[in-house]
């Protein structure tokens, strides 16, 4: 294959889309396939060769997909977005002519995989030259995918073996990536309503399955709707393959924080497998109700934190916290009932909190001095305060 001519590879094509060999014409027009590398096949004017073996709108998917693979030779990237998205407009006039069949989905999910990477790389490369808007190029593309959404969201008439909502989740989780990359969160909506009233929604692949699941969780999250966050993130991590250790991690990012709020500790033994272990000290602070440690802790991995966007997120965290060292000061006093001064003294909670800061609405003083007072009251270690306050540890 890497070293066909052009005239083999146009027959080669050509076979394909007259025998519906869809696995097959996707390889030929991915560029995961070797023949992108093939120096024959890198044309700047590969029309009239097109024009000469293949029907309209063929001629122009497969003449725009040539164009691409020289201008990614040349590495420009934003001219190969540019044939790319001339092979999803090309693409698509030719799926909507398929009637009741959908044999040319792979295809589908091969050129518009691409087209995403190709406008990431695009917009890259124009912000390495300071041109464009940041966005511009993935908003684009975002918009093409749609247009392929909707063609198959729209698919009425064929059964449900060859109908085209079979690509819905694909095209669903192409947009996700978009959308959180150019951080428009409220165009996932209207893909999660179609997906969740489409009644192939439990028989998707696993892996569309697992990444829809995880897209939608860190959606729920950004929410704040932390009970739906769990459940989609949970079902992403045991569900992901068990030797995709990187995707296992990446959805762990999100689960933890919300497991977190959620009063659930990870064990120090799943940070240490999936290399999390900046949410060491985050786990021990908020167990411990140990406000300065947490204040250290997000501070020391903030530009981590950040980068992953879960930073406000974790700041949440402080009410948990303040929670637990609630909980220990009230036991403390319950162990204790005959004392008259308790172990916990204004210094050793003083010595808990961070730093005066604005964010607080008192003075941590006076917070520290009123939970000294408390002391001196009586508790009933059977109140629903201290059923709340359990802090439970969830190891893998």
Not at 8 to 33: M, P, R, T, W
Not at 55 to 62: G, Q, S
Not at 198 to 208: C, I, R, T, V
Not at 280 to 290: L, R
Request: charged letters at 20%; hydrophobic letters at 40%; glycine letters at 2%.
């Amino acid at each position: 294959m890497a070293h066909i001519t052009i005239n083999q590879y146009l027959q080669q094509v050509y076979e394909a889309i007259d025998n519906h060999e869809g696995s097959f014409c996707a390889e030929l027009l991915s560029f995961k396939h070797p023949h992108v590398a093939n120096p024959r096949l890198q044309l700047a004017s590969p029309e009239e060769k097109c024009q000469q073996l293949l029907e309209p709108p063929y001629d122009e998917m497969v003449a725009a997909h040539l164009r691409c693979t020289y201008a990614v030779a040349n590495h420009d990237f934003v001219e190969a977005y540019k044939f790319q998205t001339l092979v999803v407009q090309s693409f698509l006039r030719a799926f909507q002519s398929h009637k009741e069949e959908n044999w040319a989905l792979p295809v589908m999910f091969a050129v518009t995989l691409d087209l995403r990477i190709f406008a990431n790389n695009a917009e890259q490369q124009l912000q390495k030259k300071s041109k464009g808007q940041p966005g511009e190029m993935l908003e684009k593309a975002a918009e093409q995918l749609m247009s392929c959404f909707r063609v198959c969201a729209s698919d009425n008439r064929a059964g449900i073996e060859d109908s085209k909502k079979w690509g819905m989740m694909f095209l669903s989780n192409q947009l996700f990536k978009i959308y959180f990359k150019i951080n428009k969160l409220h165009l996932c909506k209207p893909l999660i309503r179609a997906i969740d009233s489409s009644n192939l929604k439990n028989d998707y692949s696993q892996a569309q399955k697992v990444t829809y699941k995880y897209y939608v969780g860190r959606k729920a999250m950004f929410d704040s709707d932390f009970k739906p966050a769990e459940e989609f993130l949970s079902y992403a991590f045991h569900h992901c393959h068990r030797s995709s250790q990187k995707n296992k991690r990446m959805i762990l990012i999100y689960l933890l924080p919300v497991k977190m709020l959620l009063g659930h500790m990870p064990s120090h033994q799943l940070l240490r497998k999936y290399d999390l272990m900046q949410f060491a000290d985050v786990t021990k602070a908020v167990s411990e109700g140990n406000l300065l440690l947490l204040n250290e802790a997000l501070s020391k991995h903030e530009t981590f934190f950040i980068r992953c966007g879960i930073f406000l997120i974790l700041e949440k965290l402080k009410i948990i916290t303040y929670r637990n060292l609630f909980k220990k000061v009230v036991t403390s006093k319950v162990t204790s009932p005959t004392s008259t001064r308790s172990s916990w003294s204004v210094n050793r909670i003083h010595s808990l909190l961070s730093p005066q800061s604005p964010r607080l609405r008192y003075p941590q003083s006076l917070l520290a001095a009123s939970l000294q007072r408390k002391l001196f009251f009586s508790f009933d270690s059977n109140h629903p305060f201290f059923k709340f306050c359990t802090v439970k540890n969830v190891v893998e």
